[in-house]
Nanobody, 124 residues
């Protein structure tokens, strides 16, 4: 079992920044690929970013490329998502996810564990 707890969400003005954190426990963190997805009301879940086990490879959805940055600290069992240049379209619940797969999984169905989520609201 893997437990994931997100933090760092909140209300921010358009153009602003937030840093989301996800603390993992229950399994050696460095054996897990990690990622972030988001879901806005009435929309499908979108996978926005992922990172491989050692942090050497990252993936970003086109909608966030150049604005969001994913990173991880294996010593702290934590993955981060830096959100910059936020837009109202970025408003969603952001959920952290963990995968046993090798490489850089980037689809929702490739992930095995999910956190509860943290709300990000961008006001225009």
């Amino acid at each position: 079992q893997v437990q994931l707890v997100e933090s760092g969400g909140g209300l921010v003005q358009a153009g602003g920044s937030l840093r989301l954190s996800c603390a993992a426990s229950g399994r050696t963190f460095s054996t897990l690929a990690m990622g972030w997805s988001r879901q806005a009301p009435g929309k499908e879940r979108e996978f926005v970013a992922s990172i491989n086990r050692i942090g050497s490879i990252t993936y970003y959805a086109d909608s966030v490329k150049g604005r969001f940055s994913i990173s991880r600290d294996n010593a702290k069992n934590t993955v981060y998502l830096q959100l910059n240049s936020l837009k109202s379209d970025d408003t969603a619940v952001y959920r952290c996810a963990a995968s046993f797969r090798v490489g850089i999984p980037y689809r929702v169905d490739e992930y095995d564990y999910w956190g509860q989520g943290t709300q990000v609201t961008v006001s225009s």
